[in-house]
Nanobody, 122 residues
Framework: QVQLVESGGGLVQAGGSLRLSCAAS????????MGWFRQGPGKERAFVAT????????YYADSVKGRFTISRDNAKNTVYLQMNSLKPEDTAVYYC???????????????WGQGTQVTVSS
């Protein structure tokens, strides 16, 4: 029903910034909360950030709080993750996810994108 495509990943030096985008497509787009997750090499998938449908409520993992910002543009069916002060520990495949209710969650999502690679060098 809903397809999610991430973009904006790449290679950046520690302390640099990247902005990830997630474009949602489908015949309809309801009041979905959105989230970002990441999975580093040999690691489990981990929560990064989530945002309510309205954009008024956001939550972040402690590891990224103060450095990353999640936002959305519902007119464009797109969610963003602004990543500042990047660290080598942020290296991972970043996944966008959609949830079929407006309230955000750190765990419960219905749709997932294919991911975009972020690599942070020392």
């Amino acid at each position: 029903q809903v397809q999610l495509v991430e973009s904006g990943g790449g290679l950046v030096q520690a302390g640099g910034s990247l902005r990830l985008s997630c474009a949602a497509s489908g015949r309809t787009f309801g009041s979905y909360a959105m989230g970002w997750f990441r999975q580093g090499p040999g690691k489990e998938r981990a929560f990064v950030a989530t945002i309510s449908w309205s954009g008024s409520n956001t939550y972040y993992a402690d590891s990224v709080k103060g450095r990353f910002t999640i936002s959305r543009d519902n007119a464009k069916n797109t969610v963003y993750l602004q990543m500042n002060s990047l660290k080598p520990e942020d290296t991972a495949v970043y996944y966008c996810a959609a949830r079929r209710i407006a309230i955000p969650s750190t765990t419960l999502y219905d749709y997932w994108g294919q991911g975009t690679q972020v690599t942070v060098s020392s």
